[in-house]
């Protein structure tokens, strides 16, 4: 694959669309050498990523738009996605699994976790007026870096 | 584009010595929209259900929306002391369950015979 090459998408805030932009980034990331497992973790971020997007930022208003940017170079595939909010929390909360089972801590929240937890760089921008986006990376050899 | 949708067959197996075991088998995808697939199902089992399977083995797609469901399902199974065992998870999906803690209240199992045996109530 060409070093610099990027894809771009734009969807609807319509929650199962994010599957078009998961399945998307796993072509991508398969055509890249990609083993199995990071596709299948990308795939996860990638799908939560555009979910948060459409609910939060979006408010599910079918109008506005999730932008999906995917860049590709030799080592690594970085993805942003874009929505009009405001921009996530700047605290990721570590899911509680006791204090979820004892109802203390809701049970959904998890998303922004995964995302952290699966790729190899995430970070959330706030960039208002324009709206906020969401930066993953994925590396293939995030040990020689 | 259309979810796929979650589509649930519940049956009762007679795997393991003991009580019948209730198999909650799930197929398409479980996610925000899957809450009466996921705990209308759960609620419509008879009272005296004590041993709960859960079947992911047909899940194609699964988020987080959906994993909340799963543990609002096992919350609701805590308090009636019932206990529960998964098989069917992808090995990814297995070490999301892992990352997020579920694993300290449901075993997650390669297959149905394990599962089966793990019941010990």
Known sequence: MKTGSSIELRLPSKLGYEKVAMNTA???????????????????????????????????????????????????????????????????????????????????????????????????????????????????????? | MAELGTQVKVEEVQCAPGNPITVIRFSGDITSTSQAAVLGTYQGLPEDTQRILLDFSKVEYLNSSGIALVIQLMIAAGKKGQSIQSFGLTPHFQKVFTMVGITKYTTLHPNEKTACAAFTT
């Open chain 1, 26 to 145: 796993a072509s991508v990331a398969k055509l890249m050498g990609f083993a199995e497992d990071r596709v299948e973790d990308l795939k996860t971020a990638v799908a939560e990523a555009c979910i948060n997007a459409m609910e939060h930022g979006n408010q599910l208003n079918e109008a506005l738009i999730v932008g999906v940017v995917l860049s590709m170079d030799e080592e690594s595939l970085e993805v942003k996605v874009h929505d009009h909010g405001a921009g996530a929390p700047t605290q990721i909360v570590k899911p509680d699994i006791d204090k979820k089972m004892h109802e203390e801590q809701t049970p959904r929240g998890l998303g922004m976790f995964l995302i952290q937890a699966l790729v190899d760089e995430a970070e959330w921008v706030s960039s208002p007026p324009t709206g906020s986006y969401a930066r993953m990376v994925i590396r293939l050899h995030p040990a020689a870096e």
